[in-house]
């Protein structure tokens, strides 16, 4: 099997460790790594039942686990519980209530926080106000906004009702947020007028408008005033969110759900053009969320906590929304970039707010690295206590310079592999462990995983595989949203019995697992996932091309990029105008995200008899390694 990342590079660093410091351990929630891993294997159902009792439940639980009708698991089987009445309602009363819940920057230096109680009123006012409208338990709501605090906002009113948020990263272009807006048929759509980006604004009403077009569905549109720049205004169909707001009542009920009953639906990309919905339900995904967020971080509960990744992808949702709020400690919201209006913004922000635990991603430290060392050196920032880093596996290279320069050797860094479908962390240290420069280390207690060939056999150390989970977790995919046979097929139908993650690995011999990348089909361009197939799809959309084949290709700062192999139709004449045109048609079916390095117009792909484009073949030819196995090539 190929393995992208320099298996030597890898190989060295895997014999190094870099060990947590006493005074770490000491205090550490979790002391003794290794000792904890041993002891929750021993039961890891009555591992994840005590962890669920660090919440709130309305009414207990009869069954901690059901796999009665296999892969449709159950967790904490007629429970009823609350994900944002565990992460608000139940802080009320409590020390907590005084406490930041929120802290807010944009780009341009505004500022805005909310204590626990302040977040609390402003979320029943939206709860009593989407009430009003008809929002009802199971009903959908689409959320296309920035990283402000009217995000959380949405999304814990609709889990608080009962009503299934479905974020859409404002990233997307308006025929994806279409897309997603049609699959969950959702009634209201949250929205601003723009967003900051590089000292620029993203008109994003204007997408929405644009993206409306192609849906019947939503009734209404609820729109955050956070730039204050002319937008068009439906005056039918669009409110302002202060208007929908304002005379609301302050208190609100809140809906007693099943612990089985969706939370949200997230559209992530697989291997087919179609996105897939992942859902997650209220209490087994606020059980892993907390439990991980807790250990994983070492929060004690007066921590400031700092995950860069956007509310859009699955990382927002668990670690800058619930997960803060269900630990009652302070998130932070910067929506903005981290090298405007200088390199150090960054640093500057840590160090404004006393950030005691930053959570990035290895797209931005190498990005950071681009402009030297003196920008951290610049700052001490003495709050920090933990580092993390998520979305993509990290080279050794930026594992070291953000040890080093950010965490001044002091902040042991938590690599945490996991996915949309896992809802938390799956493979990662915790502060007490001994940690490798760019391993995530092992899997998070309760978690049983394993690298293996495509029979299910484990693979020998050192050797690459396939990355499975051999046991159920509370907050895994419950189903794939109006098509369980997708889910089936995707996860459970590669490896007998066990959940296929659809990442290569390999572990080594102190039982590191080291994540190499995904299996050919799913890109990482900047740590968003993208689906090859639907790159292409967006490709053949337009009136000159016949067929498109894309692949990713290593950037040393991005990680991946998309190169496409394009044939076109006879009639067309490849030029350089029309490159141009077939990067904005891409830009206009997905969106900026999906970054095209290089087009290149071919006659033909490499196929396999049934058809299917062989990316591996297109992949090795382009970085000019070895083809590997062609036998089914035709
Ligand atoms: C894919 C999931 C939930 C995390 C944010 C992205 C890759 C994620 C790591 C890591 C190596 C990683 C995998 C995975 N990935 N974290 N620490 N080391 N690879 O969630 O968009 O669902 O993507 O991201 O390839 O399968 P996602």
Request: net charge positive.
């Given at each position: 099997?190929?393995?992208?990342?320099?298996?030597?590079?890898?190989?060295?660093?895997?014999?190094?460790?870099?060990?947590?410091?006493?005074?770490?351990?000491?205090?550490?929630?979790?002391?003794?790594?290794?000792?904890?891993?041993?002891?929750?294997?021993?039961?890891?159902?009555?591992?994840?039942?005590?962890?669920?009792?660090?919440?709130?439940?309305?009414?207990?639980?009869?069954?901690?686990?059901?796999?009665?009708?296999?892969?449709?698991?159950?967790?904490?089987?007629?429970?009823?519980?609350?994900?944002?009445?565990?992460?608000?309602?139940?802080?009320?009363?409590?020390?907590?209530?005084?406490?930041?819940?929120?802290?807010?920057?944009?780009?341009?230096?505004?500022?805005?926080?909310?204590?626990?109680?302040?977040?609390?009123?402003?979320?029943?006012?939206?709860?009593?106000?989407?009430?009003?409208?008809?929002?009802?338990?199971?009903?959908?709501?689409?959320?296309?906004?920035?990283?402000?605090?009217?995000?959380?906002?949405?999304?814990?009113?609709?889990?608080?009702?009962?009503?299934?948020?479905?974020?859409?990263?404002?990233?997307?272009?308006?025929?994806?947020?279409?897309?997603?807006?049609?699959?969950?048929?959702?009634?209201?759509?949250?929205?601003?007028?723009?967003?900051?980006?590089?000292?620029?604004?993203?008109?994003?009403?204007?997408?929405?408008?644009?993206?409306?077009?192609?849906?019947?569905?939503?009734?209404?549109?609820?729109?955050?005033?956070?730039?204050?720049?002319?937008?068009?205004?439906?005056?039918?169909?669009?409110?302002?969110?202060?208007?929908?707001?304002?005379?609301?009542?302050?208190?609100?009920?809140?809906?007693?759900?099943?612990?089985?009953?969706?939370?949200?639906?997230?559209?992530?990309?697989?291997?087919?053009?179609?996105?897939?919905?992942?859902?997650?339900?209220?209490?087994?995904?606020?059980?892993?969320?907390?439990?991980?967020?807790?250990?994983?971080?070492?929060?004690?509960?007066?921590?400031?906590?700092?995950?860069?990744?956007?509310?859009?992808?699955?990382?927002?949702?668990?670690?800058?929304?619930?997960?803060?709020?269900?630990?009652?400690?302070?998130?932070?919201?910067?929506?903005?970039?981290?090298?405007?209006?200088?390199?150090?913004?960054?640093?500057?922000?840590?160090?404004?707010?006393?950030?005691?635990?930053?959570?990035?991603?290895?797209?931005?430290?190498?990005?950071?690295?681009?402009?030297?060392?003196?920008?951290?050196?610049?700052?001490?920032?003495?709050?920090?206590?933990?580092?993390?880093?998520?979305?993509?596996?990290?080279?050794?290279?930026?594992?070291?310079?953000?040890?080093?320069?950010?965490?001044?050797?002091?902040?042991?860094?938590?690599?945490?592999?996991?996915?949309?479908?896992?809802?938390?962390?799956?493979?990662?240290?915790?502060?007490?462990?001994?940690?490798?420069?760019?391993?995530?280390?092992?899997?998070?207690?309760?978690?049983?995983?394993?690298?293996?060939?495509?029979?299910?056999?484990?693979?020998?150390?050192?050797?690459?595989?396939?990355?499975?989970?051999?046991?159920?977790?509370?907050?895994?995919?419950?189903?794939?949203?109006?098509?369980?046979?997708?889910?089936?097929?995707?996860?459970?139908?590669?490896?007998?019995?066990?959940?296929?993650?659809?990442?290569?690995?390999?572990?080594?011999?102190?039982?590191?697992?080291?994540?190499?990348?995904?299996?050919?089909?799913?890109?990482?361009?900047?740590?968003?996932?993208?689906?090859?197939?639907?790159?292409?799809?967006?490709?053949?959309?337009h009136p000159s091309v016949?067929?498109?084949?894309?692949?990713?290709?290593?950037?040393?700062?991005?990680?991946?990029?998309?190169?496409?192999?394009?044939?076109?139709?006879?009639?067309a004449?490849?030029s350089d105008e029309l490159k141009q045109e077939l990067k904005m048609q891409?830009?206009?079916?997905?969106?900026?995200?999906?970054?095209?390095?290089?087009i290149?117009?071919?006659?033909?792909?490499?196929?396999?008899?049934?058809?299917?484009?062989?990316?591996?073949?297109?992949?090795?030819?382009?970085?000019?390694?070895?083809?590997?196995?062609?036998?089914?090539?035709?």
């Amino acid at each position: 099997m190929a393995l992208d990342r320099e298996l030597t590079d890898v190989l060295s660093e895997s014999k190094k460790f870099y060990p947590p410091s006493a005074q770490l351990r000491k205090n550490a929630n979790v002391p003794d790594y290794e000792k904890m891993l041993k002891q929750a294997a021993k039961n890891p159902l009555k591992f994840w039942e005590e962890a669920a009792h660090d919440l709130h439940w309305f009414k207990d639980w009869d069954k901690t686990f059901e796999d009665k009708k296999k892969p449709f698991y159950k967790w904490f089987v007629n429970g009823k519980i609350n994900l944002a009445y565990n992460a608000l309602d139940r802080h009320m009363g409590t020390p907590v209530e005084k406490k930041l819940a929120i802290i807010f920057e944009d780009e341009t230096g505004v500022e805005r926080k909310f204590t626990y109680k302040q977040l609390y009123h402003e979320v029943n006012k939206l709860v009593n106000a989407l009430r009003g409208l008809g929002v009802r338990k199971g009903d959908r709501v689409a959320i296309y906004m920035p990283n402000i605090p009217e995000i959380a906002m949405a999304m814990l009113a609709c889990a608080k009702i009962g009503a299934m948020h479905s974020v859409v990263y404002a990233g997307f272009s308006a025929k994806a947020l279409a897309d997603r807006i049609n699959d969950a048929k959702a009634k209201v759509l949250f929205t601003a007028d723009g967003s900051f980006r590089r000292g620029k604004v993203i008109d994003l009403k204007s997408i929405v408008d644009e993206a409306l077009k192609e849906t019947k569905t939503i009734k209404k549109v609820i729109v955050t005033k956070n730039n204050k720049q002319k937008i068009k205004f439906n005056k039918r169909r669009d409110v302002w969110y202060k208007d929908f707001v304002k005379g609301q009542s302050t208190e609100a009920k809140c809906a007693q759900m099943d612990a089985e009953d969706p939370a949200f639906v997230l559209y992530t990309s697989g291997t087919t053009s179609k996105p897939k919905g992942v859902i997650h339900v209220h209490g087994g995904y606020a059980t892993g969320v907390l439990r991980t967020i807790k250990w994983v971080f070492d929060l004690k509960g007066d921590e400031v906590f700092w995950c860069t990744a956007d509310p859009g992808w699955i990382t927002g949702h668990s670690y800058i929304v619930y997960g803060p709020l269900l630990a009652g400690v302070t998130t932070l919201q910067y929506e903005g970039m981290p090298d405007i209006p200088k390199p150090d913004r960054i640093w500057k922000v840590v160090e404004k707010y006393k950030v005691n635990v930053l959570y990035t991603a290895p797209t931005l430290i190498r990005a950071m690295m681009k402009y030297g060392t003196a920008w951290p050196k610049k700052h001490k920032m003495p709050s920090l206590k933990i580092l993390g880093s998520v979305g993509e596996p990290i080279n050794p290279e930026a594992w070291k310079w953000y040890y080093t320069h950010v965490g001044k050797r002091r902040c042991p860094i938590m690599d945490t592999w996991w996915q949309t479908e896992t809802g938390m962390n799956m493979i990662t240290p915790l502060p007490s462990a001994s940690l490798k420069a760019g391993s995530a280390c092992k899997p998070f207690p309760g978690i049983i995983a394993d690298v293996v060939d495509k029979k299910g056999k484990s693979v020998p150390v050192g050797k690459g595989g396939y990355l499975i989970i051999k046991n159920q977790w509370p907050s895994m995919i419950r189903t794939i949203y109006n098509n369980p046979k997708r889910y089936i097929k995707t996860y459970w139908s590669q490896v007998k019995g066990a959940y296929f993650a659809g990442d290569v690995a390999f572990k080594d011999k102190d039982g590191y697992f080291w994540i190499q990348g995904r299996t050919d089909d799913v890109l990482k361009v900047a740590g968003h996932r993208i689906g090859t197939a639907e790159v292409e799809s967006s490709f053949v959309a337009h009136p000159s091309v016949v067929e498109a084949g894309v692949i990713g290709v290593p950037d040393p700062i991005k990680g991946e990029v998309i190169v496409a192999f394009i044939i076109l139709n006879q009639r067309a004449k490849p030029s350089d105008e029309l490159k141009q045109e077939l990067k904005m048609q891409v830009r206009k079916g997905i969106g900026p995200l999906a970054v095209i390095k290089d087009i290149k117009f071919v006659d033909k792909l490499p196929k396999t008899r049934s058809g299917k484009i062989m990316r591996r073949v297109l992949k090795a030819k382009e970085l000019g390694l070895p083809l590997g196995d062609t036998s089914s090539l035709v």
